[in-house]
Structure formats: C-alpha cells, structure tokens
C-alpha cells in the first residue's frame, strides 16, 4: 500500500524511477513500465522526505528539511554521509548548517549544491567529499546576488547554477 504523501519523483538514469514519499518505506522504484522493483528506507531514516536526486554513481541525496540536513544514501539505501546536524538550524552565514533545506544539485565533477531556502535564502556549495566552497545568494531580496526563497537548484550542460527561487 502506498500510505503516505509523495514528495519527489525523479529517474536513476538506468530506466528506473523513484519515488520519495513522507512514511516508510520512503524509497518506492519502478520500472519505467510502472511494474514496482523495491522499496526501502525504515521507519525514522528521516523526519521530512522533502526531494530526492540520485548523482552519475546511483547514489541518492536526500533533503530531510524538517530535520535540517542533506543525507547521501547509496544505490541500496546505506548511509554514506549526512550534510549538516539533525535538529539544528543554521543561519544565511553558516558553513555547515542549514535551516529547511530543499533540494540538493550533483555537478559532474561530484560538487554538492545544496537550496537552502524556507527560513535562509541561499544555495551553498560544497566539494565532492562535504568540505565547505562558499554561499551562493545568503541575503533575502530581490536585487543582484541576493535570494528571496531558493526552493530548487540545478546545472545546465555549461555549469551554470539555476536557481528556482519563488516568493
């Protein structure tokens, strides 16, 4: 049964779909016919599945933004890092918090983008291994360089950083 509210649906770049849902098990795959492949991600993994992106390796980053972190699972639901302290929010200045992120982007080259805009207003960068690049935006307005409510980001085929930011 599916029990639960869908917050995401993205591909795994083999043909597969997947889909993040709020309840356990909050991983559901599928073919690209619809026939279900497996489901996993128990009770508690995370507090509020918000967006789901799965990198070039299969790897798949979660933004759980309720609990203010970014978690990066491998293709069979491991654990491999976690952006980020559970329960602890971080201002437009801080380098390794965030406060309801919600989306994440994965460069070619592994970089971490993170959208990091329900309360902040900024995307921040990290390099392949979770180590701090800088902040993208971190002032709410409307003028050049700022951010009002970053709730997406992306790269395009040229490695520019889009960012979806709604008000």
Sequence with gaps: SWNGNTSWITTDG?????????TAPYFRVFARDGQFVKAFGEDGLVQSAHSV????????????????????FGPA?????TLGRKGVAGDNT??????QPNHVAIAPDGAIYVSDGYVN???????????????????KGS???????????????GGRILVNDSD
């Design 121 to 139: 207003a900024r995307v921040v960068h990290f390099s392949k291994d979770g180590r701090f690049v800088r902040i993208i935006g971190g002032v």
């Design 94 to 99: 801080s380098r390794d918090l965030f406060n």
């Design 77 to 81: 639901g491991q654990p491999l890092m």
């Design 143 to 157: 003028q050049p360089g700022q951010l009002q409510l970053p709730h997406g980001v992306a790269l395009d085929s």
């Design 53 to 72: 992106t799965v990198d070039a390796q299969g790897n798949l980053w979660v933004t759980d933004s309720a609990a203010h972190v970014v978690h990066k």
């Design 14 to 22: 083999k043909g597969q779909v997947v889909v993040l849902v709020r």
